[in-house]
């Protein structure tokens, strides 16, 4: 079974700097997603980043990055020029390579809670 | 556009009541829906997902159950409801054909409080 960790349970970063969000996956899938969701809070979870397992360059979204390293099986999450508004949890995902229908099910970490301070 | 809403927003409820939870998608047909439930510390567990009216799937035992009357209709309930039931309760459509991103669209959550 596919799990998925996230050992930070909280983090901390001053406005403008950069914070690296860890995760790191097990699996014995070679086809998979990897997906990055932050939920402010009191409001809805959206997506933030999305990285496809077969694809060797890292995902990029404006200030949003990941560093993708298959072989150990890691998946962090950088945030470059942090904003107050990039206050959130934060929750690494994983998802087993699909064809449609019912198998796209998402496995979710435990979360880590980013404060952005002024 | 593609929206989805989930109500209530906040319920407390006695133990041994009964629970109803709904979920609405609008701007899509044939979604695959889903609910989770979101534990402090531990994460989001999936409880049930549904490709079609009619057709659910359990991924854990529990005292809950859901519903698909309609297309873009989920319902989650409970007969009577127990302390361990109380929690943060997250309905997710997506993309239910081949070629969709396997990206989750959330809504706003339900926070049950079991008393």
């Known amino acids: 079974a596919q799990t998925v960790t996230q050992s930070q349970p909280e983090m901390s970063v001053q406005e403008a700097e950069t914070v690296t969000l860890s995760c790191t996956y097990d699996?014995?899938?070679?086809?998979?997603?990897l997906f990055w969701y932050k939920q402010p809070p009191s409001r809805q979870m959206i997506l933030v980043i999305r990285?496809?397992?077969?694809?060797?360059q890292n995902a990029t979204e404006n200030r949003f990055s990941v560093n993708f390293q298959k072989a150990a099986k890691s998946f962090s999450l950088k945030i470059s020029d942090s904003q107050l508004g990039d206050t959130a949890m934060y929750f690494c995902?994983?998802?087993?390579?699909?064809?449609?229908?019912?198998?796209?099910?998402?496995?979710f970490g435990t979360g880590t809670l980013l404060a952005v301070q002024p | 556009s593609q929206t989805i809403h989930q109500w209530p927003a906040t319920l407390v409820q006695p133990v041994g009541s009964p629970l109803s939870l709904e979920c609405t998608v609008e701007?899509?047909?044939?979604?695959?829906l889903y609910w989770y439930r979101q534990a402090a510390g531990r994460g989001l567990q999936l409880l049930f997902y549904?490709?079609?009216?009619?057709?659910i799937s359990s991924e854990v035992p529990q005292n809950l159950s859901a519903s698909r009357p309609q297309d873009r209709q989920f319902i989650l309930s409970s007969k009577k409801l127990l302390l361990s039931d109380s929690g943060f309760y997250l309905c997710?459509?997506?993309?239910?054909?081949?070629?969709?991103?396997?990206?989750?669209?959330f809504g706003e959550g339900s926070r049950l409080t079991v008393l």
């Open positions: 701007g899509t047909s044939n979604p695959n």
């Open positions: 995902a994983f998802m087993k390579d699909y064809y449609g229908g019912a198998t796209n099910k998402l496995i």
């Open positions: 699996t014995s899938e070679n086809n998979y997603y």
């Open positions: 997710a459509w997506s993309e239910g054909l081949a070629g969709g991103t396997g990206e989750l669209f």
């Open positions: 990285q496809e397992a077969y694809k060797q």
């Open positions: 549904s490709v079609g009216i009619g057709q």
